[in-house]
């Protein structure tokens, strides 16, 4: 079936504008992820959500940082006056409560250069 | 809190040879480990799982990984390495506070030399 897909694949902005950055989860997963990898950072986790609601938002990094998700399916992370330090690649994951593991399903990423 | 380590930057092996990556954990109880696969301008893709049970668990691609309490090890194996095994692969274990978030290692290079 179709994994998780993630949109846009790239995306360059100037400092200072805000993005939105798009994750759509396979099908039936109630849990929904989203990561930051960069260089200096390794991966970091950012926000949780379980169904449309987001238990855990300790991983954002600032107020400038925002998400939502809607019918427990898609997903949007918005990134409000973007500075030069959010450049990274933006990773989504989604995954079933039906798995014992947990195991997460990754997307391929938005790679997000502010300029 | 959870976390693993991964000890080594770079993993330099020759063709056929066997591959080892290794990662060490601290966790408080029983852990749930991880490895991921990232192949370059892609997502991370899922290899392998421990949860319980048997301590050697077979993965996709011909991964294998060892799960040992003692030395809070678990390190991933494969007995003959491919040039197409060159990517980065990272270790996680996952938070078991309620959120089921995922705490990765620094990520190794692995490089298969022909």
């Known amino acids: 079936g179709a994994g998780v897909s993630q949109s846009p694949s790239n995306k360059v902005t100037e400092k200072g504008k805000d993005v939105e950055l798009r994750c759509d989860p396979i099908?039936?997963?109630?849990?929904l992820y989203w990561y930051r990898q960069s260089l200096g950072q390794g991966l970091e986790f950012l926000i949780y959500f379980q169904g449309n609601s987001a238990p855990d938002k300790s991983g954002l990094p600032s107020d400038r940082f925002s998400a939502e998700r809607t019918g427990g399916s898609v997903s949007t992370l918005t990134i409000q006056r973007t500075q030069q330090e959010d450049s990274a690649v933006y990773l989504c994951?989604?995954?079933?409560?039906?798995?014992?593991?947990?195991?997460?399903?990754f997307g391929p990423g938005t790679r997000l250069t502010v300029t | 809190a959870q976390s693993v380590a991964q000890p080594e930057d770079q993993v330099n092996v020759a063709e056929g040879n066997p591959l080892t990556v290794k990662c060490t954990y601290s966790?408080?109880?029983?852990?749930?480990l991880f490895w991921y696969v990232q192949y370059p301008n892609r997502g991370l893709q899922f290899l392998l799982k421990?949860?319980?049970?048997?301590?050697l668990v077979k993965g996709s691609y011909g991964f294998e990984a060892e799960f040992n309490k003692s030395q809070t090890s678990f390190h991933l194996k494969k007995p003959s390495a491919l040039v197409s095994d060159s990517a980065l692969y990272f270790c996680a274990v996952r938070d078991m506070g309620g959120n089921n978030r995922l705490a990765f290692g620094k990520g190794n290079q692995v490089v298969v030399i022909p």
């Open positions: 421990y949860i319980t049970g048997d301590n």
């Open positions: 994951a989604s995954s079933s409560q039906l798995s014992g593991g947990g195991e997460q399903y």
């Open positions: 099908s039936g997963h109630t849990a």
């Open positions: 966790v408080s109880g029983n852990p749930y």
